[in-house]
């Protein structure tokens, strides 16, 4: 048997090779239980933490009274942040965990189209982990973040872009520096959670610490959040704002990828890399 | 391009260099392989054979030279050919929580196989996966990931194959069976073959023709036979140790 050999030279683009790696992160999930239960897990006990301390505060707190929900939706927005950046650099780890980089390199894979498919998975991861932590505040706190509307839309995009350029940056450390650069995933995030302005506006913050806090998209989907929800107002501004910023994050955060992919292949770490 | 538009060196590299650092892995080495050939790349550890078939497969840049695969420059526009070309080595390893039927799949559409489902089929016949298609690759015997890698390798019907220590961690029947079976392929495909390998045995039987490197140079070429001539020897694996010992007396030197 001979297969009809291709000879014209395949697409610089390719969605089949992109759902490749999908159908591949997919085929990884499916198999193991433990991790599509690890996705759920930590945004379910967030809700659950922030809902109880929300009801205590609803007493206790005049700001909070005026919008019970608002730490809820924070704890649910941040997750969608923190989900699509571990989303993107985790689903890379896996490569370098199973030693396949270098296998996936000398296919017509193109690092572009390996970056698209880290960023549908890490939609897909987002949605499977958000989603039931979501669904669970409404019985439970009698909180339906989805009460936002469109807004919430526009707010999920922001972050799961910002979520993107995060991850890609992350994953391009890992591909440089290997597995001591790992905890990047978990941690980098963390980093500028108290510049978002999850649980608190962004004027708590010291005046020379503002501008850093307004330099990150994330910081003006929580500000959004909190004007929809204690004014009752929709800034289509800070959607703009945020979204440009989404722009900039993620041409730093793909050009980071390539650039250390470029290091990668001038070092030979692409063949070794792995546990 | 037309089947009949095979250039006929599959394979040009010309002053080829790869340094890291003060350490020269690759020094100005320059080789071409014919069409349908299988060509060994022999040498010590060091030697600098995983160099070489790394710049070839585009995972490595080089300090210096050119690369030339299947007609196209391969530092420039290496994915108009990467699907033309595959390869296997113990260096990497096929994802051990899917199965084998799950990684060639992906594969197979990585490397645009028409008809992906079928060509498995083909393959886990050929190479006998049937019996373990959908079981963890991990949970698989050496033997039976080595078929599977194989497998792999071979998803895309490759031109040019690159094979780095094809049959080590192999019982010797089972590597018997897997270059019983390269041979069996390179006859059906013409398929161009670059074996690097530490199994004297392996390479007298497969290749016609074998590139000796040392200290990141290719110090001799030819025939298995026209090298032991040559060098005086009994066999192939005598050659290589007057040529390895030779490196190390250089060294002491």
Known sequence: MTMARARTAPAAFSARRVGAMVLRYFYLLRGSWPRVAELIYWPTMQVILWGFITQFFMTHSTWLAQAGGVLIAGVLLWDVLFRSQLGVAVSFLEEVWARNVGQLFVTPLQPYELMLSLACMSLLRTLIGTLPAALLAIPLYAFSIFTLGLPLLAFFVVLVIFGWSMGLAVSGCIMRYGLGAESLAWLAIFALAPLAGIYYPIATLPHWLQPVAWALPMSYVFEGMRAIMIQHLFRGDLILEGLALDALYLILGAATFLGFFRIARRRGLLLQMGE | ?253
Do not use: C
Not at chain 2, 12 to 36: N, P, Y
Not at chain 2, 177 to 202: C, I
């Open chain 2, 1 to 253: 391009m037309p089947a009949t538009d095979i250039p006929q060196a599959v394979v040009r590299l010309e002053r080829l260099s790869k340094r890291f650092g003060a350490v020269t892995a690759v020094d100005d080495v320059s080789f071409t392989l014919a069409a349908g050939t299988t060509v060994a790349l022999l040498g010590g550890n060091g030697a600098g054979k995983t160099t070489t078939i790394s710049i070839l497969l585009g995972l490595l840049l080089p300090t210096a030279g050119t690369v030339e695969v299947l007609g196209e420059d391969m530092l420039r526009h290496r994915h108009r050919v990467l699907h033309r070309i595959n390869f296997s080595s113990p260096y990497v390893e096929m994802p051990k929580r899917l199965t084998p039927l799950e990684n060639l799949t992906v594969y197979g559409h990585l490397y645009g196989v028409p008809n992906v489902r079928r060509r498995i089929e083909a393959l886990a016949e050929e190479l006998m996966l049937t019996p373990f298609l959908k079981r963890a690759t991990g949970t698989l015997s050496a033997g039976q990931r080595s078929r599977v890698a194989l497998a792999k390798a071979l998803v895309n019907e490759p031109e040019l194959l690159l094979l780095d220590e094809l049959t080590a961690s192999l019982d010797p029947d089972t590597a018997d069976w897997v270059r019983s079976f390269l041979e069996r392929y390179r006859a059906r495909t013409g398929a161009t073959v670059l074996l690097a390998s530490h199994n004297m045995a392996e390479v007298e039987r497969l290749a016609g023709d074998v590139l000796m490197m040392r200290a990141g140079r290719i110090v001799d070429r030819g025939a298995p036979s026209d090298l032991i001539a040559r060098y005086g020897r009994r066999s192939l694996e005598e050659v290589f140790l007057d040529i390895a010992r030779a490196a190390s007396e250089e060294a002491a030197e």
